[in-house]
């Protein structure tokens, strides 16, 4: 029986599908850019199966997550570029240094005993190397180095929280909410003034309003977003469910009608 499979396994099959001669003509044919919507999707399967609690297959999804490193992996030594031993290298050191706590020597098989710390300052020492490595690569700015290719709730989570280090933030969710509430108002405005361009500046700003009340309340807006569409699912099921047990369809069927269904839906879930 095989014995159970190796990362060096996994990185001589991906070398196989890469391989000119016998290997995969879908894979050969990929580059960084094509992979990246794979790699994205991998990372929201793996998002899911831990929220829903599917830890029966969540190795599985880890697995496909860490294949799309190893693909990366390949075609940066196909470019000469780098490798996956430079992965891990740069990895273990950039963990060393970020963690002076545990690892005060610098090394990482060295005297490991370091001071007790509170979580509080391991994030402050953090923040402080990070910038210090942010200002190396000549990033000065204070939200520099966040990226563009982020989620648009997330890069925003994280635009607020680096303008939030230096003070520029609400002090409570109450100002939040406010703000909020000003955002709907010229929403509105801009809205009746039939303006699509302003209606949609106006809805950015309510939506990255909203990502700033999720952080005050220290909630994940993606995955607070996530949490609403299986909740919309689900319930918009419960109505296709009972409108085909009367042998009709969603569009069948009128918007009170549609409505009802839905409260009812949504008050046997409570």
């Known amino acids: 029986m095989q014995e159970k499979y190796t990362v060096e396994d996994l990185l001589y099959l991906m070398k196989q599908l890469r391989n000119p001669e016998g290997g995969c003509p879908w894979d050969l044919k990929q580059d960084f850019a094509s992979i990246v919507p794979s790699t994205i999707e991998e990372a929201y399967e793996v998002a899911e199966a831990i929220e829903t609690q599917d830890f029966e297959h969540l190795h599985e999804e880890l697995g496909d997550l860490l294949f799309q490193v190893i693909f990366y992996a390949q075609l940066g030594c196909e470019a000469g570029h780098f490798d996956f031993s430079r992965i891990t290298d740069t990895l273990v050191r950039k963990l060393v240094r970020r963690h002076p706590h545990v690892f005060p020597d610098g090394e990482l098989y060295g005297d490991n005993r370091g001071a007790a710390i509170d979580e509080a300052r391991v994030k402050e020492n953090w923040e402080a190397i990070k910038a210090e490595e942010r200002h190396a690569k000549g990033e000065a700015g204070v939200l520099d180095g966040v990226a563009l290719g982020l989620p648009a709730l997330t890069r925003a989570g994280k635009l607020q929280k680096r303008a939030a280090r230096v003070g520029f933030d609400w002090p409570d969710i109450d100002g939040v909410l406010e703000k909020i509430e000003e955002e709907i108002a010229e929403l509105r405005e801009a809205v009746r003034s039939g303006d699509r361009e ?73």
């Open 198 to 270: 302003h209606s949609r500046e106006e809805l950015g700003d309510l939506l990255f309003s909203c990502v700033n009340a999720a952080r005050h309340l220290k909630v994940d807006p993606e995955g607070a977003l996530r949490h609403c569409n299986r909740k919309f699912e689900r319930r918009f099921g419960a109505v296709e469910t009972e409108l085909q047990s009367q042998g009709r369809r969603p569009v069948e069927a009128s918007l009170d009608e549609l409505d009802q269904l839905w409260n009812q839906a949504k008050n046997r879930e409570r």
